[in-house]
């Protein structure tokens, strides 16, 4: 799949978003290494500590169905091109810190980078077992 698919199929989710309050709405695409997507958008809630951002809903959906090798995610919200926030970055990281990040003004203007680029030293409980003495 690429990118401009991906980065239409984050758009369509968008529309989706439940933004009462900040009124920034987001969806995102998550690309599975065997080649399928799933969408999400973000929802805001009075409790603000249950807000779900449209990248951990979409890549939710995939654990919660099985699949937890991503391959790439596009990103997509009403003002231009944006990145996962750093919850997101630290999430997403822990499945795929090569995951490739696909934001853009529009689906012509698309720009590319790498999880571990927009997240600098990111961790993961499994790459850090003998440090913290776990087995």
């Given at each position: 799949?690429?990118?401009?698919?991906?980065?239409?199929?984050?758009?369509?989710?968008?529309?989706?978003?439940?933004?009462?309050?900040?009124?920034?709405?987001v969806g995102a695409?998550?690309?599975?290494?065997?080649?399928?997507?799933?969408?999400?958008?973000?929802?805001?809630?009075?409790?603000?500590?249950?807000?779900?951002?449209?990248?951990?809903?979409?890549?939710?959906?995939?654990?919660?169905?099985?699949?937890?090798s991503f391959k790439?995610?596009?990103?997509?919200?009403?003002?231009?091109?944006?990145?996962?926030?750093?919850?997101?970055?630290?999430?997403?990281?822990?499945?795929?810190?090569?995951?490739?990040?696909?934001?853009?003004?529009?689906?012509?203007?698309?720009?590319e980078y790498t999880?571990?680029?927009?997240?600098?030293?990111?961790?993961?409980?499994?790459?850090?077992?003998?440090?913290?003495?776990?087995?």
């Amino acid at each position: 799949m690429d990118n401009k698919e991906l980065f239409l199929m984050a758009q369509k989710a968008m529309e989706n978003a439940y933004t009462p309050f900040s009124h920034f709405n987001v969806g995102a695409a998550i690309l599975t290494e065997n080649g399928e997507v799933y969408t999400g958008c973000n929802i805001e809630n009075s409790s603000f500590g249950g807000t779900i951002c449209a990248e951990r809903t979409a890549a939710v959906k995939a654990i919660s169905n099985g699949n937890r090798s991503f391959k790439k995610i596009a990103v997509v919200c009403h003002d231009g091109a944006v990145t996962p926030c750093g919850i997101c970055r630290q999430f997403l990281y822990e499945f795929a810190p090569k995951l490739m990040v696909v934001t853009g003004d529009d689906k012509d203007n698309l720009k590319e980078y790498t999880l571990d680029q927009l997240l600098l030293d990111g961790f993961r409980l499994q790459d850090n077992k003998k440090i913290i003495g776990v087995d």
